[in-house]
């Protein structure tokens, strides 16, 4: 098995920017370096007149270097305990590695060995989410967990007392890391498969739905969602700019959804939402 591997040179500030827009092309694993960051995807599913286009619309901007190329599937561990460092949400939740030792105890502790998925803290997306799962009530609640990555967020609903999470993502990889987390971190209560949401079936609606993807995958199955949940349910939503609010809070709208609440990290957004209809 090969993954396409785009390397790309930047100033670490612009890294975020560029993640988000390379995203939108097809790579789902990103890995960040000193000079920028590696993106991923398997084989060649990705959009290359995107990317070409994403050249081209940031010229401008120095540095800036693309270089593509292929390589084998491996285990990218080592390179995570490099530069992985604990992250802390809000002083209430600690998210760490197996390797880190933290003598400070946490009402909340995550153990995320990282491989090629995407949820360890460090984004901002995934930082708006566990803060905002922590205001939220999962007692004894279903919750589904879209696009699940490292199964951090299901993870974090275990934690909070959730009944049964469902989670899934389309990646090979993300399932099996998926899996080793939430055997690491004594979760029972999880159910983690291999899809989207349009392929997946389950016994009943959500309390809660969990989706941390990107803008345009989160409107594209925005009715799917609201056909998955509860009258009074609640949908969490991150994986986009600030800029896009407006966009997923329309789609939202439209599928019986009202807004909660709009939370944001520097340049990213996360959104709150009610099931009302």
């Known amino acids: 098995m090969y993954h396409t591997r785009l390397q790309v040179t930047c100033n670490p500030d612009f890294s975020e920017i560029l993640m988000a827009e390379i995203a939108e092309a ?3 694993t990103f890995l960040e370096t000193l000079e920028g960051f590696e993106a991923y995807v398997e084989q060649d599913h990705f959009d ?15 540095p800036l270097v693309f270089a593509k190329d292929r390589i ?6 080592e390179e995570w305990e490099k530069n992985l460092e604990p992250i ?12 880190h030792k933290i003598e400070k105890k946490y009402p909340y502790e995550i153990i995320i060995t990282p491989k090629m998925s995407f949820g360890t803290g460090h984004h901002q997306t995934t930082y708006l989410m566990i803060k905002n799962q922590m205001k939220m009530d999962h007692q004894n609640k279903w919750v589904m967990d879209a696009g699940c990555g490292t199964a951090i967020l299901s993870i974090m609903a275990h934690k909070l007392g959730a009944a049964h999470v469902e989670a899934f993502d389309i990646d090979d990889w ?3 890391n998926g899996k080793e987390n939430i055997e690491n971190n004594a979760c029972s209560n999880i159910t983690l498969r291999q899809g989207t949401v349009a392929e997946m079936k389950f016994e009943r609606k959500f309390d809660v739905i ?7 995958v989160l409107l594209a199955e925005m009715k799917m969602y609201a056909g998955y949940i509860l009258k009074g349910g609640q949908l969490l939503l991150s994986g ?6 407006e966009d997923l809070k ?16 520097e340049t990213w957004a996360a959104l709150l939402l009610h099931k009302t209809a």
């Open 26 to 28: 097809g790579f789902d």
């Open 250 to 265: 329309y789609e939202a709208l439209k599928h019986g959804f009202s807004l909660i609440s709009v939370d944001e990290k």
């Open 88 to 99: 802390i949400v809000e002083d209430a939740c600690l998210i760490r590695a197996e390797f």
């Open 174 to 176: 993300s399932t099996v």
């Open 48 to 62: 290359q007149e995107l990317v070409d286009s994403i050249k081209r619309k940031y010229k401008h901007v120095d």
């Open 72 to 77: 084998q599937k491996q285990n990218w561990n």
């Open 210 to 216: 969990l989706a941390n993807i990107n803008k345009n």
């Open 240 to 245: 986009f700019y600030t800029h896009d609010v």
